[in-house]
């Protein structure tokens, strides 16, 4: 059984009614063209020794099943899911700060660290494990650290806080960096486009508008076609 | 171990397949010479799909773009960055000095920024100016036609603006500005600094039928696989290579020393195969070293003989010496007036930005003697590793609590999307003999060659300019409505922010040109004084830095010496 349904299967077994699944639509306005198709998915762009490097951390295990499952309780408190964009759990979350864990070492003992803390923490309070905790009991342990005083450096905090901190940043990045969380943020870029200058309702949202002398001087996208000539001045001629 | 000679003698042998190498593999190959291009990388094209990551979607990666294997982040196309596995160098005490290597076809040129900017008449004459450093032996007329040239081969857009320093070209027109842009020529405009359309070699629209025209996708860093951005493996090599050229390019092949026979003469090169890790040696007519300026500097140090036994063209021991790089400095902003933005449209635009400062200031009444630019970015862009990072850190500014969990933080992230915009000046530092690099004879490379090792600090001129550049930042965000962010504003604890030297990637100087062959390297056509066949480049000939990047003018300068080698070739006078 794939990771990751185990890790579904755990969070609707354990009654966090919150969540609700919800495929991600991949609607949308996609200008193909052949460059987006030519490029080698097997590769995502790595040199062998990259991909070498990819491989050998994903046979890596850092956290077992428990410290998956409580990491991704975690992240669905942290960024509860929303129709229509999911939320962490279909962004793969956790698998992705797992990843990250193994990627970037400094990571690896504050987390292992924090998760400890966190069932210890929720042990003494209410006898039971974060996991299984009801969400009011997880928000009575995470509301003190939640909030930490930004006066303070983050590395001179306590590891609890210095934890959840880590926990919100790689939940929040994780899910917006999936399919789900670039679709909830809106972002319409990183496919073939021609750039013609800011909407004009956009302008005005924003109160500013387009010099006319300076967009005199743009390109004007249906001359972008023909091989550029100039006179002997530098002035374009086509 | 026995040097494998190869039987085959090269008209020219081109060391380094970046912007120099490129430019002078094109003219040479095209004048119909037999040309051999030496490269410690391996192969590279934009368009493999094997290696391309424009367009790859974050999720497409388990680390979603994070820099652990690139500094710059997985996307970016530079094979090699800061440290190169098994190619260290060293560090002179109390000194850092960062050394950017990209180990591919085509080197820098595949991410680089692609801020194409002429040297303006005054650049080239910064002794006359304020008595600093030292005048190069041309001028802006003696480069004037092969800027041109290199405009109308390459493309760059820009507008004709008729600065004075800033000179105009041949330009195809450039994109509009993007909705940050439009609050930064507003905030600059307040303060009556110059804003003007960047020039960058992007193409807005066609110039030749081989290479595509940009799709907007924002990701020239990545290396454009229509060919839309220069490289020099896309826009130099493999068209010199189409219309027939002869060019044999070697890869992996790591060059230890410049070869020479009893009268001195050069006779070509010996390198190390990267894959069989042997010894080889090719020889040519002419060797042109454009294998960067820090690279380049450490092969002539490296090519120790009878004839030249303080390295080859160092009779001057002025090789590696001058090393200088550009300065930098930056600030963020929060910027109020780019929350909650629509985002129904693709803004993705150009990769970098479509507006910049050229240097505006008078420096005759300043505290610092040279210039910079201000580069400017912003906008909604693809999210990557690191994003949503302290997602509502800028509560701060309205009293809000910081922190937290829940639904608030979707709001938090969609809230201050696009909203902040950062400044880097690029400025110009003085070129000083006391920086250098040299070779570190306690250290070896994995191929058993000699390291440099960097000696290299920033004086006060550089720093009194890192501290107008955070007042001109602070003003900028001030007239934006924004708020400085990101630690806030450096001040002198910090040197203001300045960058170490190296980590703005212009590094030039190294084997600086001139007429004296007592303190210079090479001559005005880049030929050295000693050697009167080999020739260097890439930016080690540069007298001095300007408020400017190096590329084009490195494109320009090798251009130049191309004429010339060809023209000396044909004299046979070398």
Known sequence: ?238 | MQIIESPEVYDVIIVGSGAGGGMATKQLADAGFNVAVVEAGPFFDPADPKTMTQLKWPYESPRRGAGTDRAFGEWDMSWGDWEVEGEPYTQAEGTNFKWWRSRMLGGRTNHWGRISLRFGPKDFKGKTRDGLGEDWPIGYDDVKPYYDKVDKLIGVFGTNEGLENDPDGFFIPPPKPRLHELFYIKGAKKTGIPVIPSRMSMLTKKINKDRGVCFYCGQCSRSCSVYADFSSGSCLIFPAQKSGGKIRIYVNSMVREVTTNAEGKATGISYVNKEDRKEYQLKARVVILAASACSSARILLNSKSPQHPNGLGNSSDIVGKYLHDSTGASATGFIPGLMNRNTSYNEDGVGGMHVYSPWWGDNSKLDFPRGYHIEVWGGMGVPNYGFGFDANAFNEFFGAKIGGYGDTLRDDVKKYYGSVVGFGGRGEGIALKENYCEIDPTTLDQFGIPVLKFNYKWSDHEKKQAKHMQDTFEELIHNMGGQQIWGGKSGKDDDYGLRAPGEIIHEVGTTRMGNDPKTSVTNKFNQLHDVDNVFIVDAGPFVSQADKNCTWTILALSWRASDYIIEQLKKQNI
Not at chain 1, 23 to 44: L, Q, R, V, W
Not at chain 1, 54 to 59: G, H, M, Q
Not at chain 1, 94 to 99: D, H, Q, S, V, Y
Not at chain 1, 107 to 134: S, V, Y
């Open chain 1, 1 to 238: 059984m794939d990771r990751r349904k185990s890790i579904q299967t755990i969070i609707l077994g354990a009654g966090a009614s919150a969540i609700v699944f919800h495929g991600c639509k991949t609607e949308g306005d996609k200008t193909t063209t052949d460059i987006a198709h030519s490029s080698d998915p097997d590769f995502f762009g790595r040199t062998p020794e990259e991909l070498e490097r990819i491989e050998k951390l994903n046979a890596e295990t850092l956290f077992n099943e428990h410290e998956m499952e409580t990491i991704a309780v975690l992240s669905t408190v942290i960024l509860p899911p929303k129709e229509p964009h999911g939320g962490p759990i279909e962004a793969e979350v956790p698998e992705f700060i797992e990843f990250m864990g193994k990627d970037i070492p400094e990571l690896e003992t504050p987390l292992l660290g924090g998760l400890m803390w966190l069932d210890h923490k929720c042990n003494t309070e209410f006898g039971a494990e974060f996991k299984t905790a009801t969400l009011e009991q997880q928000k009575k342990i995470l509301d003190p650290i939640a909030y930490h005083d930004t006066e303070v450096p983050l590395d001179e905090q306590t590891l609890e806080i210095q934890f959840f901190a880590l926990m919100r940043n790689l939940v929040v990045s994780g899910y917006y960096t999936s399919k789900m969380g670039i679709a909830d943020l809106g972002y319409k870029g990183n496919m073939p486009n021609i750039w013609d200058g800011v909407p004009q309702d956009v302008l005005d949202q924003h109160g500013v508008e387009y010099d006319p002398e300076w967009i005199a001087k743009c390109i004007d996208q249906s001359t972008r076609a023909t091989i550029a000539t100039w006179d002997a001045e530098g002035n374009l001629l086509t």
